[in-house]
């Protein structure tokens, strides 16, 4: 298995580095808590409750894998309500062992190129929505992110 860089345009906040060392960590305290799960750490603040009861993997028709199943969706549910699903928190790049980085887009504008590939950017890909400024600090004020002005196209790359 082989390592390449990979590239990838979209709007958003660029966030910068998290150390997320337990006895260390800048990050915000709903990586830890939600174990990074940015979805599940809004749809808890939006009032969703994870399911706690113990799950049946192995039986698909099991009642309690059919409640989990049902949580999940209403989860989902919650995300959607308030148009929070074209969001998306993520890591990119890989400074040292336990600090990495984070960017906050929007899915429908993301592109990437892999590498020996090219993308070809056209004017109309760069178009924002108005809807997208507004979701994105939403997400970023429910997330308890700190972001400064307005969000921008954003050029990441990693490798790995």
């Not at 950017?121 to 924002?128: G, R």
């Amino acid at each position: 298995m082989g390592m390449s860089a990979d590239a990838e345009i979209a709007y958003g906040y660029l966030l910068g580095e998290f150390e997320d060392e337990d006895y260390n960590s800048t990050a915000p305290a709903w990586m830890e808590t939600f174990d990074g799960d940015f979805e599940e750490a809004i749809a808890t603040k939006l009032g969703w409750k994870k399911y706690e009861g113990q799950v049946n993997f192995n039986e698909y028709s099991s009642e309690s894998y059919r409640a989990w199943d049902k949580n999940l969706d209403c989860k989902r549910q919650v995300i959607q309500g308030v148009g929070l699903d074209i969001i998306e928190f993520k890591r990119y790049g890989h400074v040292e062992d336990d600090v990495n980085r984070y960017v906050l887009t929007v899915k429908p504008s993301q592109r990437r190129a892999d590498m020996w590939d090219a993308l070809v950017i056209t004017p109309e890909m760069l178009t924002v929505e108005p809807v997208w400024v507004e979701k994105l600090k939403l997400a970023a004020n429910l997330l308890d992110l700190d972001v400064d002005g307005e969000p921008s196209w954003l050029l990441t790359v990693d490798y790995g």
